[in-house]
Structures are given as C-alpha cells and as structure tokens.
C-alpha cells in the first residue's frame, strides 16, 4: 500500500465525518446565531435559554436525516470492511 492510498482513506474518512456531523453542526450554529442577535437585541442574557433550543433542534435533524445518515454510514463501514482483505497484502 502506498502513501497515495493512504491519504485517499483519510479523504474519505474525514468527508465521511463531515457529512455525518456537518447537517447538526451547521443547524446548531444557525440557531446560535438566531438566538444571540436576540438576546443582544433584547438583553437577556441567559444561558438556559440556548441550550433547549439546540438540543430541539439537534433532536429534529437527527429524526429527520438520521434513517439516511445511519446508512450512509453503514455503507461506509462495509466498504471500510471489506478491504481490509486487500491492505493487509
């Protein structure tokens, strides 16, 4: 196995995590946002106040796109799996 391989995995485990983590990273930082020009706009600072909302949210991505991130994954995995015939050689 050459270092061309190599990197080509570690592309393709790090474009794996993003497309796991990048839907609920980027619904949790749009609400941040939302909220922080909302308590800046109305001065209430309080720290309960976003961590409801982004557990809501985190919840609704993951029951929505969660069926199509689990196997997305899991094909992944299987794909992972069944070369490691082919670089152990």
């Known amino acids: 196995m050459d270092s061309s391989?190599?990197?080509g995995h570690v592309l393709r485990a790090i474009l794996m995590m993003a497309l796991l983590a990048g839907p609920i990273l980027i619904g949790i930082l749009l609400l941040g946002l939302v909220i922080g020009v909302l308590q800046a706009a109305t001065?209430?600072?309080?720290?309960?106040l976003t961590f409801v909302p982004k557990l809501i949210i985190t919840a609704l991505i993951i029951g929505i796109g969660g069926s199509s991130m689990l196997s997305l994954f899991v094909d992944y995995v299987r794909d992972v799996l069944a070369r490691i015939p082919a670089l152990t050689q």
């Open 43 to 48: 001065s209430v600072n309080e720290q309960t």
């Open 5 to 7: 391989e190599i990197v």
